[in-house]
Nanobody, 114 residues
Framework: QVQLVESGGGLVQAGGSLRLSCAVS????????MGWYRQAPGKQRNLVAG???????NYADPVKDRYTISRDNAKKTVYLQMNSLKPEDTAVYYC????????WGQGTQVTVSS
């Protein structure tokens, strides 16, 4: 079973940046398509960025041109660089396989103040 540990969240002002990290315990990490998801209070958890094992990426419209997903297969880590943050980006951010498995980490809280 894949274990996921997210980190890097925090409180930031609108327009600021954060970089999230997700350590993945899997012997086949390099073969996995991964994604970052977020869940705001009272809302569904949604995929915001995905990255395939070979590198191609995709983004949800609300974060396009502001977020960048990347991976380091040697470190078994997925990153999410978030720039030009907006209050509506406030959510708990999770990483998981893409499509997501039923096993989630604890997530990391991102709060953007106006």
């Amino acid at each position: 079973q894949v274990q996921l540990v997210e980190s890097g969240g925090g409180l930031v002002q609108a327009g600021g940046s954060l970089r999230l990290s997700c350590a993945v315990s899997s012997s086949i990490f390099r073969l996995l398509a991964m994604g970052w998801y977020r869940q705001a209070p009272g809302k569904q958890r949604n995929l915001v960025a995905g990255i395939r094992s070979s590198g191609p990426t995709n983004y949800a419209d609300p974060v396009k041109d502001r977020y960048t997903i990347s991976r380091d297969n040697a470190k078994k880590t997925v990153y999410l660089q978030m720039n030009s943050l907006k209050p509506e980006d406030t959510a708990v951010y999770y990483c998981n396989k893409n499509p997501a498995s039923s096993s989630w980490g604890q997530g990391t809280q991102v709060t953007v103040s106006s």
